[in-house]
């Protein structure tokens, strides 16, 4: 007999296994939409005066062509990245060193220093400066570094599920979890029985969790592996507006994709509002679909804005060391243990937040989704 709320072993490995298939499908949506994404260079001419705490912040939240990792004096070391360009019925395909971190053209494109395209590949002139007032539309499929990363992270989930499902195959049904398994088994019945079960209908979860495993997974790890300092973690992915916006827009899709009619009733028809709110002046009908598009923008902001503001609080204050610095040594040496202190801190405090968002985010999809196939007598 089967106990509520422990883990039956065919339904736990089912469960697992179909993880990768609905994470490879969100993966090939998000690498799409990422790579008409705005993107920055990964390094600009310094400024003559010192340390420049602003660019070195936003150089890291924006996306980039190349990836870099470190500068010794004059030299910028980084890891070139694929560019791929499709311009007036021609292909182009080059790495991106050849704009030499966005100073020089390279086949008469370069990044844009400035103005409203700034940070995105442009057609130039013979000069190799000036943007071409004729040009056409650029088809942009460039692997940037949050595209890169997405594969990375992409590439590391898929082996850490697929070995976790593997495990639920070779071992019976009396055994308990070990290793990686005794890690990832907890989250996943966290997913399982404390957001699904919680926000949607018993006969109908199934339908969802899937998804809902997915985007917590890919969220979570994806926040984890942006506050490593160094390659392959860095990348600020769910920082980025595109990518929280297409993960917003897969939540958007499903959720009226699997819709019954009881929803539909209560954006149009909505039970036990009085007559003259919906006739003749749609009133709740318009508040209601007003609610349908603000769900994704909601979901959008929230992951974003909260992984961004934490990316540049901890960049400020190792900034801080250089900017004290700068004006003298001793105010660079005094400010430096308190800066570490709060790095530290930060640090920690972002561990958790990078639970705390994923779970937010997976929580109220569950609850959209919740919303949206309700029971008839609800």
């Known amino acids: 007999m089967k106990v509520k709320g422990k883990p039956d072993k065919d339904h736990f490995r089912s469960m697992i296994c179909n993880i990768p298939g609905v994470f490879l499908a969100m993966l090939l949506i998000l690498f799409t939409v990422n790579v008409f994404a705005e993107t920055s260079p990964a390094e600009q001419k310094k400024e003559k005066g010192g340390f420049d705490a602003g660019k070195v912040i936003i150089d890291h939240i924006l996306d980039a062509y190349d990836w870099h990792i470190a500068d010794y004096g004059d030299t910028h070391i980084s890891i070139?990245?694929?560019?791929i360009l499709?311009?007036?019925g021609k292909?182009?395909?080059?790495?991106?060193?050849?704009?030499?971190?966005?100073k020089d053209a390279y086949k008469g494109f370069?990044?844009?220093?400035?103005?409203?395209?700034?940070?995105?590949?442009?057609?130039?002139?013979?000069?190799?400066?000036?943007?071409?007032?004729?040009?056409?539309?650029?088809?942009?499929?460039?692997?940037?570094?949050?595209?890169?990363?997405?594969?990375i992270s992409a590439s590391l989930l898929c082996w850490l599920l697929i070995s976790v499902a593997r495990t639920y195959t070779h071992c019976g049904p009396k055994r308990a979890p070990r290793g990686l398994s005794a890690f990832?088994?907890?989250?996943?019945?966290?997913?399982?029985?404390?957001?699904?079960?919680?926000?949607?209908?018993?006969?109908?979860?199934?339908r969802f969790l899937p998804y809902l495993l997915s985007l917590f997974f890919f969220?979570?790890?994806?926040?984890?592996?942006?506050?490593?300092?160094?390659?392959?973690g860095g990348a600020n992915v769910t920082g980025s507006i595109s990518v929280t916006l297409t993960l917003s827009l897969f939540t958007f899709m499903t959720l009226h994709l699997f819709a019954n009619k009881e929803y539909w009733k209560h954006i149009f028809n909505t039970p036990g509002v009085p007559v003259w709110l919906k006739f003749p002046i749609p009133?709740?009908?318009?508040?209601?679909?007003?609610?349908?598009?603000?769900?994704p923008i909601v979901l959008t902001l929230r992951l974003f804005a909260n992984i961004t503001a934490g990316h540049m609080i901890i960049l400020g204050f190792v900034s801080l060391i250089f900017v004290l610095g700068a004006s003298g040594t001793i105010m660079g040496l005094a400010i430096s243990p308190l800066s570490v202190i709060f790095v530290i801190f930060m640090n920690f405090l972002e561990l958790l937040v990078a639970f705390i968002q994923a779970y937010v985010f997976t929580f109220f999809s569950a609850i959209f989704f919740g919303m949206a196939v309700p029971d008839e007598h609800h």
């Open 80 to 83: 070139p990245l694929p560019v």
């Open 86 to 88: 499709f311009y007036e």
């Open 91 to 102: 292909w182009y395909f080059f790495f991106s060193h050849k704009f030499h971190h966005g």
């Open 110 to 151: 370069r990044i844009a220093g400035d103005g409203h395209k700034k940070g995105r590949i442009i057609k130039v002139l013979d000069d190799g400066i000036t943007p071409d007032p004729n040009a056409s539309f650029i088809l942009d499929l460039s692997i940037t570094k949050n595209a890169f990363s997405i594969f």
């Open 184 to 206: 990832i088994e907890p989250l996943i019945l966290f997913v399982r029985d404390d957001l699904a079960r919680s926000a949607i209908p018993e006969d109908k979860v199934d």
């Open 219 to 232: 969220i979570f790890f994806n926040n984890l592996l942006g506050l490593v300092p160094f390659f392959p």
């Open 283 to 295: 009133l709740m009908p318009v508040i209601e679909l007003v609610g349908v598009f603000v769900k």
